[in-house]
């Protein structure tokens, strides 16, 4: 691997071109591109091998060494450098930005991937199109190192892991700003919704869209859809003039908007975010994120509130090492006052208490403060 299938079989077992996108599966790492950027990646039968690397928690990089890998050039394509000078803190939150930057990177190959699937998304000039599956580079580790796995050596899941639970899921919503990062002038432009669905019994919900902003809670402009699957389907639900949908949201620049979709069924909520621009181009606010109370649930599961007087982007949760476990979520991006995420511990916890139990809480508005 990579191979073209039938078409090396056919060509001595030796392709003129192994990663051709047509036939077989394709190998492909993108790191000198912008790894956000969706339309960087090719358009293939199947894509059997594709990553990016992060570092490990602060808790995990400990045990081997206090270095860090340069992965400035990598994440300041998208995301805001750290401006304190207390090292430690620098340290940490290069951390958290590489697990952003390597959680965002597998969201977008995967949904280039997902919304290529489906045999009508075949592009009749060039036959590219019809992506079987998607393989990523790798899911654990074998040492404290910066490496492209999402699960970190002592099982701390990454930012990745969450992100990669969640771009799996069977029923998937998805909104494309076609050209990519388009300018809000640009009268061309559109965003595209589309739900993907691989349930064989076919699914029902409702598509719920809203233009936001980060100073408040309060929807710029609300939008629906009914959606309707009997067989697996990636459904194009609709096109939105870019330009014309801004000015209706009151949103005059990218940076002062994003998009945020549901799409609810009988099963489940699915969320997805569509920035307009790069997250370091928004004005970060003061969240005011809080851990509100912290309660055991089981011997192995707690909940934990969160409240936030503002959204809140890259929501980070994260426990000492004498825990082991994973959260429900996280990663997320907060557009809501209050959220509840429970705690799985592989191991009970015996003799509880709240107070010991050190949640600690990050944002991206974190990255910017001195």
């Known amino acids: 691997s990579p ?22 599966d394709v190998h492909f790492y993108g790191f000198n591109n912008d790894s956000w950027n969706p339309t960087t990646y090719p358009i293939t039968r199947f894509l059997s091998e594709t990553g990016m690397n992060s570092l490990p928690s602060l808790d995990t990089w400990r045990q081997v060494t206090q270095n860090v890998a340069d992965l400035q050039a990598q994440i300041k394509s998208n995301l805001p450098l750290p401006v304190t000078n207390d090292s430690l803190k620098n340290f940490t939150q290069m951390i958290y930005l590489s697990q952003i930057n390597q959680a965002m990177t597998l969201k977008s190959i995967s ?27 790798q899911i654990n580790d074998i040492w404290q190192a910066p490496t492209s796995s999402t699960i970190e050596y002592g099982l701390k899941w990454k930012m990745g892991h969450y992100y990669v639970q969640h771009m799996y899921e069977p029923v998937y919503p998805l909104a494309i700003l076609t050209p990519y990062l388009a300018n809000v002038t640009d009268e061309n432009a559109q965003i595209s919704l589309y739900v993907i669905n691989e349930l064989f019994n076919g699914t029902t919900g409702h598509l719920n869209c809203s233009f936001l902003s980060l100073d408040t809670f309060s929807i710029r402009l609300p939008f629906a859809f009914d959606i309707s699957f009997n067989a697996p389907a990636v459904q194009h639900v609709t096109d939105l003039p870019y330009s014309t949908i801004m000015r209706r949201a009151g949103c005059f620049n990218s940076s002062q908007c994003l998009l945020h979709c549901r799409f609810n069924s009988s099963q489940e ?13 928004y004005e970060l606010i003061q969240p005011n994120l809080h851990i509100q109370s912290i309660q055991q649930l089981t011997p192995t599961d707690i909940r934990i509130t969160i409240t936030a007087t503002r959204p809140a982007l890259f929501v980070w949760l994260d426990v000492s090492s004498n825990f082991s476990g994973y959260f429900s979520r996280n990663g997320f991006h ?35 403060q001195p």
């Open 3 to 24: 191979s073209n299938g039938l078409e090396s079989i056919s060509e001595d077992y030796i392709a003129t071109n192994p990663q051709d996108p047509l036939y077989g």
């Open 269 to 281: 909520e699915i969320g997805q975010t569509l920035f307009l621009t790069q997250p370091k181009n």
């Open 334 to 368: 907060m557009f809501e006052p209050m959220r509840i995420i429970r705690f799985h511990s592989w191991t009970p916890i015996t003799n509880f208490d709240n107070v010991n139990f050190d949640v600690r809480i990050t944002s991206l508005f974190d990255v910017t």
């Open 111 to 137: 949904d280039w991937c997902r919304i290529h699937s489906s045999v009508d998304m075949i592009d009749p000039k060039t036959s590219q199109g019809h992506t079987m599956g998607l393989m990523y580079w």
